[in-house]
């Protein structure tokens, strides 16, 4: 059972995905760009998508990688519903990032996007997506403090200096790397504009 410390911080659900703004569209197309060109080189036959969220990403990779075997899981049951009409081909479940409990070694990659800045332990977070990894994980978070100017911006959480909701943990880009080296032998940190990418392998 989970403790209140270890619980997930859900966050809010601006809809990003289906955003009009064509910012934020070349945003987003950005983010999936880099994202699927790292996976490419990882050359994944099976791939856990964790905290799947709506699915929208989930469908995106499924598109690029048709023979690559895909489950997803979400804390929310709200969520989880939606990414099952979503990605109706695949399974999805309800599971924290704490414990996703599928066996060790599950999946080639684990894919785990704007999370980590929603748990409250993310070493626990990291260790467990590391644990059902045989290959590699790759993770993404809002790049701070850029995130953060951008809501200004758009004068949005002025109140939390544009902290959005649901955000207990904020990471520059070296800090993001710090934390990802405790867990993995080798890592590398990108950048897609307002986020960041750690692409860590478990072997070398």
């Not at 109140?159 to 943990?169: E, I, R, Y």
Request: proline share 4%.
């Amino acid at each position: 059972m989970l403790t209140n410390k270890m619980k997930n911080v859900p966050g809010n659900y601006y809809d990003k995905h289906n955003s009009k703004n064509p910012f934020v569209k070349y945003l987003m197309k950005n983010f999936h760009k880099v994202l699927l060109k790292h996976l490419v080189k990882l050359k994944p036959t099976s791939i856990l998508d964790v905290g799947c969220g709506e699915g929208y990403t989930t469908k995106i990779m499924i598109k690029k990688f048709p023979k690559v075997k895909f489950v997803a899981c979400d804390l929310e049951k709200s969520m989880v519903e939606i990414a099952k009409r979503t990605n109706p081909e695949i399974k999805i479940y309800e599971r924290s990032v704490y414990e996703l409990k599928f066996k060790s070694n599950s999946f080639d990659v684990v894919v785990m996007n704007e999370v980590l800045e929603h748990v409250k332990d993310y070493n626990k977070a990291l260790d467990e997506c590391k644990r059902v990894a045989k290959k590699a994980c790759v993770f993404s978070v809002p790049n701070e403090p850029y995130w953060r100017i951008a809501n200004i911006l758009r004068l949005r959480y002025l109140k939390d200096l544009g902290n959005t909701p649901g955000h207990v943990n904020n990471f520059t880009k070296s800090q993001f790397k710090k934390v990802l080296k405790k867990h993995f032998r080798k890592v590398i940190v990108v950048n897609a504009y307002l986020w960041n990418f750690g692409i860590c392998l478990k072997k070398i």
